[in-house]
């Protein structure tokens, strides 16, 4: 958001900086549905050949769980 509202004309007009967000929000929404349903639509049809895609979906899970306990841990150094 801090991006987008960096730009000179965005910040002069929120109306566009709010569609611009919305847009971007329901982009990235329809992405993923899209790629979960592919990706259950793959592991339904052929369990083997989705197995690459799979392990990949979990790790980057695993990481983004890993991600957030990371910070809340360091925000409670930093606050403690």
Same mark, same amino acid.
Request: aromatic share 2%; proline share 4%; charged share 15%.
């Given at each position: 958001?801090?991006? /987008? $509202?960096n730009?000179?004309?965005?910040?002069q007009? *929120?109306?566009?900086?709010?569609?611009?967000? @919305? +847009?971007? &929000?329901?982009?990235l929404?329809?992405?993923?549905?899209?790629?979960? /349903? $592919?990706?259950?639509?793959?592991?339904?049809?052929? *369990?083997?050949?989705?197995?690459?895609?799979? @392990? +990949?979906? &979990?790790?980057?899970a695993?990481?983004?769980?890993?991600?957030?306990? /990371?910070?809340?841990?360091?925000?409670?150094?930093?606050?403690?």
């Amino acid at each position: 958001m801090k991006t /987008v $509202l960096n730009l000179g004309k965005l910040r002069q007009t *929120p109306v566009l900086c709010g569609l611009m967000s @919305v +847009l971007t &929000a329901t982009a990235l929404g329809c992405g993923a549905a899209v790629g979960s /349903v $592919l990706l259950v639509e793959t592991v339904w049809s052929d *369990p083997s050949a989705a197995a690459e895609p799979t @392990v +990949l979906v &979990a790790l980057l899970a695993a990481s983004a769980v890993r991600e957030k306990s /990371v910070r809340v841990h360091s925000r409670g150094e930093v606050e403690g």
